[in-house]
């Protein structure tokens, strides 16, 4: 499968703690995308790389989210000292950066529960 | 940031019957894009939208973008039960000719289809 792929697929932690997400991208794009999706909204922007540079961060973003994309390829998304309101699903996207044209590979989504 | 307003936020039709969803906004959209999210599943991009009035066709869904670039359509002729899930219209910002990869989602359609 050359799709984008997440790791793991769902997620039940405790509040309090710290947890990670790992997306892989297309191997040939250069863009990698975080969104978060609560049940009946749409997905909402979080963070993006272009190669392993981090090009904008979401204002709604607490300290409490990092990503990191440190070869431009593989990226990790981790949540500190969770809460319940983090439980969503997380979603990875990739596309290849042209001109004007951003079509974009989703992947199949971390579903973190925050008990 | 580009906000995009989404309506209807359910439809339930009979199999056959046709489908609208529209997206709008206040501001001049630069480009805009659809994804449909199966049940259960993760966005898949359906198309791009760029230009003043442009019309798309992709069998039996039609896409349009107004002549203002502030508002699009998604209408899908003689819905079949695969038609189901969620509609979703995206815009990026661009600026000085570059575009951004991030994408705002409207609220999304839910389609349902009776069979």
């Known amino acids: 499968d050359t799709g984008v792929s997440q790791d793991p697929r769902h997620k039940i932690t405790k509040r309090g703690q710290n947890v990670t997400f790992r997306c892989d991208p297309i191997?040939?794009?250069?863009?990698l995308y975080w969104y978060r999706q609560t049940l009946g909204q749409g997905p909402e922007f979080l963070t993006y790389?272009?190669?392993?540079?981090?090009?904008?961060k979401s204002r709604l973003l607490s300290d409490r989210f990092s990503a990191e994309r440190p070869k431009g390829s593989f990226s990790t998304l981790e949540i500190q000292r969770t809460e319940q309101g983090d439980s969503a699903m997380y979603l990875c996207a990739s596309s290849l950066r042209g001109a004007g044209y951003n079509e974009q590979f989703f992947g199949p989504g971390t579903r973190l529960t925050v008990l | 940031g580009q906000q995009v307003m989404q309506i209807p936020q359910y439809q339930h039709v009979q199999e056959g019957e046709d489908f609208t969803t529209y997206c709008n906004s206040s501001t001049t959209l630069s480009n805009i894009q659809w994804y449909k999210q199966r049940p259960g599943g993760h966005p898949v991009f359906l198309i791009q939208?760029?230009?003043?009035?442009e019309v798309k066709k992709q069998k039996r869904l039609t896409f349009q973008f107004g002549e203002a670039k502030k508002n699009s359509s998604l209408h899908i002729t003689a819905t079949q039960t695969t038609d189901v899930g969620t509609y979703f219209c995206?815009?990026?910002?661009?600026?000085?000719?570059?575009?951004?990869?991030?994408?705002?989602f409207g609220q999304g359609t839910i389609l349902t289809v009776h069979p």
């Open positions: 939208l760029v230009k003043s009035g």
């Open positions: 191997s040939e794009h250069n863009r």
């Open positions: 790389f272009q190669n392993e540079a981090q090009l904008e």
């Open positions: 995206a815009v990026t910002a661009r600026a000085g000719g570059t575009s951004y990869g991030k994408l705002t």
